[in-house]
């Protein structure tokens, strides 16, 4: 009867560690879940961030086309002005 109780007490042992176990494994199913989503957020946002630095380059190089054609243009602009004294 003593073996039978210690038996017992042996399988609500194992009970417990099992539950703790699976626990623990719903535990880190949750944080690699998260870690994942995490992941993807950052790589959507890596994703805007190059889009608009891609964008900005383009703005710049299109200044910098417009300031070129204005500077070509500056000394006909001074000799209107000049002509118009």
């Known amino acids: 009867m003593e073996a039978l ?3 017992k007490a042996d399988i ?3 009970r417990g560690e099992l539950a703790n176990v699976e626990e623990a494994r719903a535990d880190a199913e949750r944080r690699a879940a998260e ?3 995490e992941r993807d957020r950052l790589g959507r ?4 961030a ?3 630095l891609l964008a900005a380059t383009e703005r710049m190089e299109r200044m910098g086309s417009e300031i070129e ?3 070509k243009l500056e000394p ?3 000799e209107a ?3 118009r004294r």
């Open 5 to 7: 109780e210690a038996d």
């Open 12 to 14: 609500e042992g194992t």
């Open 35 to 37: 870690t994942l989503a």
């Open 45 to 48: 946002d890596l994703e805007g």
């Open 50 to 52: 190059r889009s608009q």
């Open 69 to 71: 054609r204005l500077r």
């Open 76 to 78: 006909i602009a001074e």
């Open 81 to 83: 002005v000049r002509l």
